[in-house]
């Protein structure tokens, strides 16, 4: 038996990046949790801000589904910026 | 006394009383009732010994007598040891460690607040990045305080043997002697922080669901001034161990 | 290694023919080096391999800690103190990301630990030795922790993904543990007493063979390596990397102005590696059963922390949900 949830993890390591998952925790509450993945994942000013999450709420896409769930994007190039060709003079763009 | 000197009792007692904290805590590595908890446990240490270092650094540079760090932490026995009586109290169990390190938070946060106003910049600087990490340590003795108070009838029963039994200590928390007057008078120390210090253990101990106690009354016994209980003849012979055994060796 | 002899759970290896097809489209997956994620189909024998290998890395992590906590409130100077308090840490640190990789596979870290504590997992053999002077915790951090680094390094691309990403960070963090060590050692060599010199010497005496154990025995008696070796869960045999270390470790030693407890290591010109001397197996297998000088100590000492804060635990659990009780009210 578990005596504490499992909680996971995400780091957002400076200012203006996304949050990242980078493991869990184990905690009694959210409050511990947090303080336990303080010292756990920003012993070495790895963070600016930190998000846990109670393992059992995330919704996952199955693992194997890669190919219904995610192949369909991509064939719609359109959606890179690499897809329009332009001329040098604008390329910056 | 000449301000210089009671500066350096001062330094001492800051230092002295972190370096046996963090002794305590050592002594919980490989023991901790969780992963977590050690973690958090080594953590705070660590914080506590680079304090201890920094007040030492001073002292020494204050004394100017060859002594560096090293030699005030590892070479001075218990009667020239200056720290509070509370911290070199037994780790005992969890409800001892919580209740131990929540009445040194509290009290070690209020004085280091004072000190970062301190006219001694040297001390204003240390005690402004002490004060970072000993926010968090009171948020965290805190946050256990209420946690085995509310917790469990086990829980609040061990709480409340610990308060019991380390109460009597804290008159040194809640009262200064002369050096203590003397240096704040100059500008230079915290005061006495007595009152605000009571408020907010009342405050955590009515919510932790205990019952505060009459101020403890002084006894014969006085850490600040290196009369001590016999827990600490114990802790040092362990942690000087090697600087002792060995006057000569470098490590 | 931290995880040593784990069992496959097989003893010959499946050809892709005679695999299921979902079976033959994992096995191209990791031909191919991509990374199996906790959601993936995998072989039932893969992830209970995974869980035995990280658990008991994870397991060594932990209880790796004690043989040094038993200097920590003896640590000579306020610098060596602080020091080997951050390295106890990080192995404490180290610990937590690998049970936190290893719940990705539907374990649980308190039954793991329970099956550690009743003695039916092993950790790993090197932290069933003493800690006898100061200068061992030189020696571990430089023999120990360079083993496992040897041993860690290539495990940053196993094919399990939590696993490898767990090693990526360790062996980051871990990079400072060794160089901590050696120069423990060193500073008692070059600036320390005759008795101190002694100390560091003893110390290597009796870490030199265990850590070279550390790896595991030879190839031809280590019926797993095979499947592991498919699964790219292991990526190098166990002769090999212990080879490695001993290459990498020697000029240290001689640098130090040490030497081995071997009469036969010498460099070999022909191979260009050293060739060493007969590892004692028995020494070993007699250490993971459990005949050692401190293996019941360092597991008893582990669960009685654990069965001491239940207590604490207990207390935490009620507190938070009186918290919620008294948010929704």
């Known amino acids: ?75 719609k190039v359109y959606r890179h910026a690499s897809f329009y060709k332009l001329p040098p003079e604008v390329d910056q763009m | 006394m000449k301000n210089d000197q009671a500066l350096i009792e001062y330094l001492l007692r800051l230092a002295d009383t972190d370096m046996v904290l963090a002794q305590r805590f050592c002594e919980w590595c490989g023991n901790a009732p969780a992963l977590e908890e050690e973690m958090a446990m080594l953590n705070a240490g660590l914080d506590l010994i680079g304090q201890a270092r920094n007040w030492y650094d001073y002292a020494a ?152 106690p009459e101020p403890a009354r002084h006894f014969y ?27 000569d060796a470098t490590w | 290694m931290y995880a040593q002899q784990v069992d496959t759970g097989s003893k010959g290896l499946k050809s892709l023919d005679d695999m299921s097809p979902e079976e033959r489209h994992f096995q191209e997956k990791v031909d191919a080096e991509v990374r199996i994620e906790p959601k993936n189909w995998m072989p039932d024998g893969y992830r209970k391999t995974l869980i035995r290998q990280i658990s008991q890395h994870a397991h060594s992590e932990i209880v790796g800690m004690l043989p040094e906590g038993n200097w920590l409130t003896r640590a000579p100077s306020l610098k060596r103190k602080l020091q080997l308090m951050a390295k106890i840490q990080d192995e404490a640190g180290h610990g937590l990301y690998l049970y936190s ?91 320390g007493t005759d008795e101190q010199k002694e100390m560091v010497q003893d110390a290597i005496n009796r870490f030199w063979w265990p850590s070279l154990m550390m790896f595991g025995p030879s190839d031809t008696n280590s019926p797993n390596s095979a499947q592991s070796m498919a699964w790219k869960i292991k990526r190098h045999s166990n002769d090999e990397l ?25 460099w070999n010109e022909e191979t260009g590696h050293y060739d060493f001397g007969e590892i004692n197996w028995q020494e070993f297998f007699d250490v993971l059963k459990g005949h050692s000088p401190c293996g019941i100590e360092r597991i008893q000492q582990r669960k009685k922390a654990i069965d001491d804060g239940q207590w604490v635990r207990d207390a935490a659990v009620a507190y938070a949900e009186k918290q919620k009780a008294n948010d929704a009210a």
Request: proline residues 3%; negative net charge; hydrophobic residues 40%.
């Open chain 1, 1 to 75: 038996m578990a005596d504490w949830t499992l909680f996971e993890v995400f780091v957002r390591s400076k200012h203006g990046l996304n949050h990242k998952h980078v493991g869990s925790v184990h905690a009694a509450d959210a409050t511990m949790a947090l303080e336990n993945a303080r010292e756990l994942y920003t012993r070495r000013s790895e963070g600016v801000s930190l998000w846990v999450v109670p393992a059992e709420q995330i919704t996952a896409s199955a693992g194997d589904e890669k190919e219904p769930f995610f192949d369909p994007a991509d064939d």
């Open chain 2, 61 to 212: 540079e204050l004394l100017d007598d060859g002594r560096d760090a090293d030699h005030l932490a590892f070479r001075r026995n218990e009667r020239e040891y200056r720290n509070l009586l509370i911290a070199e109290q037994p780790r005992g169990d969890y409800a001892v460690t919580t209740v131990k390190q929540f009445f040194f938070d509290v009290w070690h946060h209020l004085v280091l607040t004072r000190l970062t106003e301190s006219s001694d910049e040297r001390i204003a600087g240390i005690a402004a990045k002490a004060l970072k990490e000993v926010t968090y340590h009171r948020r965290r003795s805190t946050e256990w305080m209420l946690r085995l108070g509310q917790g469990t009838d086990e829980s609040h029963r061990r709480l409340a043997d610990a308060v019991e039994n380390l109460w009597r200590f804290t008159y040194e928390l809640a009262d200064t002697d002369d050096v203590e007057d003397q240096l704040a008078e100059a500008g230079i120390g915290a005061g006495n922080v007595g009152d605000a210090w009571r408020a907010e253990v009342a405050r955590v101990f009515a919510e932790a669901g205990l019952e505060l």
């Open chain 2, 221 to 247: 016994m006085d850490g600040k001034n290196g009369k001590h209980t016999e827990h600490l003849g114990f802790l040092l012979a362990e942690m000087q161990y090697l600087p002792r055994a060995y006057p």
């Open chain 3, 101 to 191: 990789a290893m719940e990705t596979l539907g374990a649980d870290r308190d039954e793991e630990i329970e099956k550690l504590h009743r003695g039916e997992v092993k950790f790993s053999s090197i932290f069933t030795y003493p800690t006898l002077s100061w200068a061992d915790m030189g020696a571990i951090g430089w023999l120990v922790d360079g083993a496992a680094i040897v041993n860690q390094v290539p495990l940053q691309r196993c094919s399990y993904g939590p696993y490898a990403r767990a090693m990526i960070r360790v062996c980051k963090e871990e990079s400072f543990h060794q160089r901590q060590g050696y120069e423990i050692l060193l500073t008692m060599m070059r600036e």
């Open chain 3, 242 to 266: 212990r080879q490695r270390f001993l290459d990498q470790t020697v000029p240290q030693l001689e640098f130090l102005g040490c030497t081995a407890p071997d009469p036969d290591l010498k």
